[in-house]
């Protein structure tokens, strides 16, 4: 009898041990080769599909509705409704997320289409016309129906089960980096101010699709860390009615960041591995440090690595008079690096010491953009460097004259045999200075030190000027963060050009719009006419005089020319103005609060 229940028990153990062992077996099998015990996809899409739904329901309802409150309360409820699709529709279909979200400003065509004018449409432009003085009911019927038909056909033709793991991933951290550099600006509600709530809806889903991926975690603690930190965010959000007064310094610091953390854990537990790098690094801890972006993704597809090496090779051909036909002119002629990469000049010398067209922006970060130049007609550094090399009031000379003066250069010549497989050639030198001007992305400004955890030193002062800037002083529409340039997050693969009204002189009294026309310049296309590429304001405090006619010598005059509207707001007539024509109305504390937050962008620049 012993020796049976033994035997039993025995049995039961061995097949209980067994059981284990196949599920380990299992979890393994699911783990390498991709097959799953949970249906994800096909879950995302049901409620992306049901999201569609309730976000259809309270357009319809403005569509038959006639009273302006309860059309406006529709209104709300369809925003709260389309921020918990956005994350998967702005991935899988940018064209039709932008078609219903976006700005209310027309697409203009340039080149062959210089004379198409592409109307706006969606919410933006519902919300302007339902929340002005006399709401225009028609147009804002109108958006809706044109939202309705949108949501229709995306609700029909989405393809949802066939996006990996890595592109779920994508599009999670993607949605983050809008939160951040949009969501919280007022971006995209630039009217009535409900970003908190639209974007307490937006976290709101990301806890919903990882409720659908639980399964998928192999630690329940990275699991439930992920539901915590979303949940402060969204209550933090939820919590704050008030757009001015919302602190986004702390939310960025306390709620964003640390998910970075958690993205990067979620990679190594579900096993990921990514086809191709995206321009924000998988690496990155911070939104604001030095290995945020991958910079060599902004490079040319034939570009060399960047190594230590060709960067002081860069470096050494960038402060390099003999690359000029005088001999007289370097990169570093306008480009100083004891004043940001800039020459403090109002507008740059040429090499007959006359002025030229425009002020001579800093380096600092322009690898970091999709477009160069102040009217954005070149789209890489390489190109850039031909262009100055060329041009008769720069350098003046010829590619093949360089490439044979440093093939003369026992120096370059080793170097570049070290480094490029075909040696010395105009491609290979203008790839290393380029090489060395994307290395000019420090990220290690005070601000960026402390609101990635590293330093606890910013004053109250200076996270005012931060929250100003990402909200009631709306900077940051056009200044994106991190960078605060005008290269658009959340992808970062287009550069903005706005038209501002910038004058020809410092008058407010009698104010005429500068000379220079800008991007009209590049195409003629006369609706571009005045339009100039966004700038970073990092390091700014080094960069004077200011815009890209150098018109204005201090920050306090800067803000003040933004504080009434730009070039509307002192009394100029801009066709075609970007900037709202309407007083900010800042207080003289505010604008110093701003400034004291550009300033604490300085950068400890060793280049």
């Not at 061995?14 to 949970?38: D, M, Q």
């Not at 406006?72 to 925003?79: C, E, I, P, T």
């Not at 919590?239 to 960041?257: A, C, Q, T």
């Not at 940001?340 to 006359?354: E, P, Q, R, V």
Request: proline fraction near 4%; charged fraction near 25%.
């Amino acid at each position: 009898m012993k020796i049976q229940i033994n035997y039993i028990f025995i049995k039961k153990a061995l097949l209980s041990l067994f059981v284990i062992i196949i599920g380990w077996s299992c979890k393994e099998k699911k783990e390498n080769t991709g097959t799953y015990i949970t249906d994800f996809q096909g879950k995302i899409k049901s409620q992306y599909n049901n999201d569609i739904d309730q976000t259809l329901i309270p357009l319809h309802k403005i569509v038959s509705e006639n009273n302006i409150d309860s059309i406006k309360l529709h209104f709300k409820s369809a925003r709260l409704a389309f921020k918990r699709l956005e994350p998967i529709m702005a991935f899988f279909n940018d064209a039709g997320y932008k078609s219903i979200n976006r700005p209310n400003l027309p697409i203009i065509e340039e080149n062959d289409n210089a004379d198409k004018v592409i109307k706006p449409t969606g919410f933006q432009v519902m919300e302007e016309a339902l929340f002005q003085e006399k709401p225009d009911t028609l147009e804002v019927k109108k958006q809706a129906n044109n939202i309705v038909n949108t949501l229709k056909f995306e609700k029909v033709n989405n393809n949802l089960p066939g996006y990996k793991d890595y592109q779920f991933l994508w599009l999670f951290r993607q949605e983050l980096v809008r939160v951040m550099s949009l969501g919280i600006t007022g971006f995209d509600s630039p009217v009535i101010g409900f970003s908190m709530q639209e974007n307490a809806s937006a976290i709101k889903s990301l806890i919903v699709y990882l409720n659908i991926y639980e399964n998928r975690f192999r630690s329940e603690k990275l699991y439930n860390s992920w539901i915590e930190v979303l949940h402060n965010a969204e209550i933090s959000l939820s919590n704050h009615n008030n757009f001015d007064s919302f602190n986004r310094y702390v939310f960025i610091k306390d709620h964003l960041n640390p998910m970075l953390k958690l993205w990067k854990e979620t990679i190594l537990d579900w096993g990921i591995t990514f086809p191709f790098k995206n321009k924000i690094n998988y690496e990155a801890n911070s939104f604001f440090s030095s290995n945020t972006f991958n910079v060599d993704r902004y490079a040319p597809k034939n570009s060399v690595k960047a190594t230590p090496e060709i960067i002081a090779l860069g470096k050494k051909l960038f402060n390099d008079n003999s690359l000029s036909k005088d001999k007289v002119m370097s990169c570093a002629t306008c480009h100083k690096s004891d004043l940001a990469f800039t020459d403090g000049l109002k507008k740059s010398i040429d090499n007959k010491g006359n002025p030229v067209l425009r002020n001579a922006p800093t380096l600092l970060y322009s690898g970091l953009q999709a477009a160069q130049f102040y009217d954005s007609r070149i789209s890489t550094l390489e190109e850039q460097i031909s262009d100055v090399v060329k041009n008769d009031k720069e350098f003046h000379n010829h590619m093949d004259n360089i490439t044979e003066n440093v093939k003369n250069s026992k120096e370059y010549d080793s170097i570049f045999n070290r480094n490029f497989e075909k040696g010395i050639n105009s491609k290979t030198i203008r790839n290393a200075i380029a090489i060395y001007i994307r290395s000019l992305v420090p990220f290690n400004s005070k601000f960026d030190k402390n609101i990635s955890g590293e330093e606890n030193s910013l004053t109250n002062q200076e996270i005012s000027g931060f929250n100003l800037f990402m909200g009631k002083a709306a900077c940051a529409t056009c200044h994106f963060a991190p960078v605060f340039n005008g290269t658009v997050p959340p992808t970062f693969v287009e550069s903005e050009m706005e038209a501002i009204g910038t004058p020809e002189k410092n008058d407010t009294i009698n104010a005429k719009i500068s000379n220079d026309l800008g991007r009209y310049y590049v195409y003629n296309t006369p609706q571009k006419k005045h339009f100039f590429k966004t700038p970073t304001i990092r390091n700014v405090n080094r960069t004077a005089p200011y815009m890209h006619n150098g018109v204005y010598n201090t920050l306090q005059e800067v803000l003040d020319f933004y504080n009434r509207g730009g070039g509307a707001g002192i009394g100029m007539k801009i066709d075609h103005q970007t900037l709202p024509p309407d007083a900010l109305e800042l207080t003289d504390q505010e604008i110093n609060d701003i400034i004291a937050f550009m300033n604490s962008l300085e950068d400890d620049l060793t280049y």
